[in-house]
């Protein structure tokens, strides 16, 4: 098998919970060597956020641990101790990429901070990821997916419209703003490792949750910094295409995405009513997004007639994108989904192999790979130490006795 395209990368990660581990696991996904860097005894905290277990009543490993930390070595340090943060100088001194997740300027006072690193190592690339980024009045404020979601505008584009049923802000299923960042941070790391092949410089990469969450915002940002008018939260719908939405079937609902006029066309002709693509009102998507109020209705009674099934099978026919909302047991049931192998398991040595989602990159010469399963705590603590730093067995079990490690 090809070597990942990152397999000349190291990267020392000593970030925990969801964004920092998501974007090391992205590399580690790509060839990198990743050597996660865990508080003794502890370790990340989300090896403790469960239940789900990865073992039910087995080793206590969450799920949640599990999602995010394939590929990594876990190597326990003690960073209030100087021994350890002397390891974790010496560390980057042999890496390319440090990643953290520390309150600003905790590791600064540790004397691991980017300037800090970057002196014993200025080819190192240093990813921050923060609540609010480095600099700025909110700098010192603790940041959680949940909070800056709410802070950076998803939640009041997200949910029933106030005044209807269960209306009111609802935040995202999945902690997205973590992952978004993540990936930012994973795209981020990429460029500044390309600046550096290029001219020899490492950085300091700043990554700020509220940034990305604003950032992604997307065409709901720009349409309010285009009219000056906050969009509102309209459901399932779209504020900009008609019909985009959810419908109640005969027994479910099904997603119609439709996204220009002869779609629309075609829907209406499977619908039984081709009259209503003519109908002035109607023609156009600007027209049906005016017509909203009008146009919803009529569609929502004609789909009521027919089963989620029957109408996915008659509107595929006429390419008129739709589909039933799953569930995660129909998600992996899904053919289409098996067949791009999106379910991987990996094996454990005396334990049962460990489900995880595969990436959703594909390269056709150098794949994604899932050669280890998410690590026991310290798991590699010695490996690591030998290998890369040089220890004997005898100054490991040192540091070992001293709780350094």
């Known amino acids: 098998m090809a070597q990942g395209a990152l397999s000349h990368v190291r990267v020392l990660d000593l970030s925990r919970v969801l964004a920092g581990p998501w974007a090391t696991q992205v590399l580690a996904d790509l060839g990198a060597e990743v050597v996660k860097v865990e508080r003794p005894g502890a370790g990340d905290e989300t090896r403790g956020w469960g239940p789900p277990w990865l073992d039910g009543d087995g080793p206590r490993t969450a799920a949640y641990f599990a999602s995010t930390n394939r590929g990594k070595r876990s190597v326990t340090v003690d960073l209030s101790r100087a021994e350890g943060q002397a390891i974790v100088r010496r560390l980057a001194a042999r890496a390319d990429v440090v990643v953290e997740n520390f309150k600003v300027g905790a590791l600064a006072s540790y004397g691991l901070g980017p300037a800090d690193l970057l002196a014993v190592n200025p080819r190192l690339v240093y990813c921050s990821i923060s609540g609010f980024g480095q600099d700025g009045p909110y700098r010192d404020r603790p940041g959680y997916d949940f909070l800056l979601q709410a802070m950076g505008g998803l939640m009041s584009v997200t949910g029933e419209p106030d005044g209807v049923p269960g209306g009111g802000p609802v935040k995202v299923g999945v902690a997205l703003t973590d992952l978004l960042t993540g990936m930012y941070a994973a795209t981020a790391i990429l460029a500044a490792l390309a600046h550096r092949d290029r001219t020899g410089e490492g950085q300091h990469v700043d990554l700020s949750l509220l940034d990305v969450q604003v950032a992604t915002l997307a065409n709901q940002a720009e349409s309010y910094l285009a009219t000056g008018v906050p969009p509102r939260r309209l459901g399932n719908a779209h504020p900009s295409i008609v019909p985009y939405q959810a419908f109640r079937t005969a027994d479910g609902h099904l997603v119609l995405a439709v996204g220009n006029d002869g779609q629309f066309a075609r829907l209406c002709a499977v619908a039984g009513r081709p009259e209503l693509a003519a109908d002035p009102r109607f023609a156009t998507n600007a027209a049906r997004v005016a017509a909203r109020a009008e146009l919803v209705p009529i569609l929502s009674g004609l789909l009521a007639t027919r089963t989620t099934d029957a109408w996915v099978a008659a509107l595929g026919e006429a390419d008129v994108p739709c589909g039933p909302i799953n569930d995660l047991a129909q998600v992996f049931?899904?053919?289409?989904?098996?067949?791009?192998?999106?379910?991987?398991?990996?094996?454990?040595?005396?334990?049962?192999?460990?489900?995880?989602?595969?990436?959703?990159?594909?390269?056709?010469?150098?794949?994604?790979?899932y050669p280890a399963p998410p690590p026991e705590l310290g798991a590699h603590?010695?490996?690591?130490?030998?290998?890369?730093?040089?220890?004997?067995?005898?100054?490991?079990?040192?540091?070992?006795?001293?709780g350094v490690v």
């Open 333 to 369: 049931a899904d053919p289409q989904v098996r067949h791009r192998g999106l379910r991987v398991e990996i094996p454990r040595p005396g334990a049962p192999p460990v489900p995880v989602v595969a990436s959703p990159i594909r390269l056709s010469r150098t794949p994604p790979a």
């Open 381 to 402: 603590t010695a490996e690591v130490l030998r290998e890369v730093l040089g220890l004997t067995e005898a100054e490991v079990a040192e540091l070992r006795a001293r």
